[in-house]
């Protein structure tokens, strides 16, 4: 892997694992803090300072386990993922899922009422009461008695 660039702001530390060869076979890992110096350019010198712990890994003996003891340690418990209902996956693997609502009976849910209707109503009232009278009117008068108003 190339890179190309680094920020040097960005870094505080340095982790380092490294296998050390030879007749004993161990692995070494060390922790070093970065400290910028000044240098004659735009970019500054590192200099690394040795920090935290340092660990020194030895393998003392490579032995193998007994086949069927290996076997057994190695064994994975079988899990089966059971299927979740309504519930998919969209285009980012997001979790999607559908629930069940009855349907709503919209004319008979209790809604506040508005003022505009009332008036409305009103008026539509008081026009029935003046066509009634009208009527009651018109037909007294076909008996010849005459309405009070």
């Known amino acids: 892997m190339q890179v190309s660039s680094v920020n040097l702001a960005g ?3 340095v982790l380092m694992a490294f ?3 030879g007749s004993e076979r161990s692995l070494l890992l060390r ?4 400290a910028f110096k000044k240098s004659g350019t735009k970019v500054p010198r590192v200099a690394l300072a040795e920090m935290g712990p340092s660990i020194d ?16 340690a190695l064994k994975q418990p079988k899990i089966t993922k ?3 209902k309504n519930v998919g996956t969209d285009m980012l693997d997001g979790r999607v899922g559908r ?19 009332k008036r409305e109503r ?13 009527q009651t009117a018109a037909a007294g008068a076909a008996n010849g008695v005459q309405a009070k108003h």
């Open 11 to 13: 870094l505080d530390r």
């Open 19 to 21: 296998a050390a060869g």
């Open 31 to 34: 922790q070093y803090r970065i």
């Open 57 to 72: 890994c030895v393998l003392r003996r490579s032995r193998l386990p007994p086949v069927d003891l290996e076997k057994e």
């Open 82 to 84: 059971k299927k979740e």
């Open 99 to 117: 629930i069940y609502m009855p349907r709503q009976q919209v004319d008979k849910v209790a809604l506040s009422k508005m003022k505009g209707l």
């Open 122 to 134: 009103r008026e539509a009232a008081a026009e029935a009461k003046t066509a009634k009278r009208q």
